[in-house]
């Protein structure tokens, strides 16, 4: 199974609170997990990512928290600003041939100022 | 800072007609890929290539699509004749080696009318 499943689909959040954001996997073989922010007509970009190896990565207000055994992994926004509206994707990278990542649906994300 | 480019960043297109998107890599990458999102919804993986050949490709990338570099820094795709359904954003990503984030442009909207 190729899939990263995610959720919630969407999240509306106070200024200054904290967004959590969840992503689940069954395949093993996936071995690099990285998240994407994407705003509007724009392209993903790297937030953070994680190695399985690795149970928590945090960079500033963005903190992943990675459960090896459960096959599961989440994105923490401490602190949310207006500004961190967009959508997040967490992905998952496999080596098949050509190392592709695999997206989840995404979650819109709205921090109400 | 190194980014993947891409032009055009909008491209309108006839049904049937053939449309050539075109990328620029980050120097030094080795993999190479297109992924593609239709409005609203996640990104999918289309085509990875290393080494001067696909090393895979999903079921979407049927033979109206090829891949090619042409050159030590351009990676185009062809969408040979397109369908209403070809219109959506197209990324180019790039990796430096594997288990590395990849890097994706800033997209080409593809709009088939």
């Known amino acids: 199974q190729q899939q990263v499943k995610q959720s919630p689909q969407s999240l509306i959040v106070q200024k200054g609170g904290i967004s959590i954001i969840n992503c689940a996997y069954e395949?093993?073989?996936?071995?690099?997990f990285p998240w994407y922010q994407q705003f509007p007509g724009k392209g993903p970009a790297l937030l953070i990512a994680?190695?399985?190896?690795?149970s928590e990565k945090k960079e500033g207000r963005f903190t992943i928290s990675f459960n090896k055994s459960a096959k599961q992994f989440s994105l923490h926004i401490m602190d949310s600003q207006p500004g961190d509206s967009a959508t997040y994707f967490c992905a998952a990278s496999i080596n098949t041939g050509g190392f592709k990542t695999i997206f989840g649906a995404g979650t819109r994300l709205f921090v109400k100022a | 800072e190194p980014e993947v480019t891409q032009t055009p960043s909008h491209q309108v297109t006839q049904m049937g007609q053939e449309v050539i998107l075109r990328c620029v890599p980050i120097s030094n990458h080795l993999y190479f890929y297109w992924y593609r999102q239709i409005l609203g919804q996640k990104v999918e993986f289309l085509v990875s290539?290393?080494?001067?050949?696909?090393?895979?490709k999903s079921e979407i990338f049927d033979d109206q699509f090829s891949v090619e570099r042409p050159d030590g820094s351009n990676f185009t795709l062809k969408i040979r004749s397109t369908k209403l359904e070809d219109s959506a954003m197209y990324f180019c990503?790039?990796?430096?080696?594997?288990?590395?984030?990849?890097?994706f442009g800033q997209g080409t909207r593809l709009t088939v009318v």
């Open positions: 395949n093993t073989a996936f071995d690099y």
């Open positions: 290539f290393y080494n001067n050949e696909i090393s895979e």
């Open positions: 990503a790039s990796r430096g080696g594997l288990s590395t984030e990849a890097f």
């Open positions: 994680i190695r399985p190896d690795v």
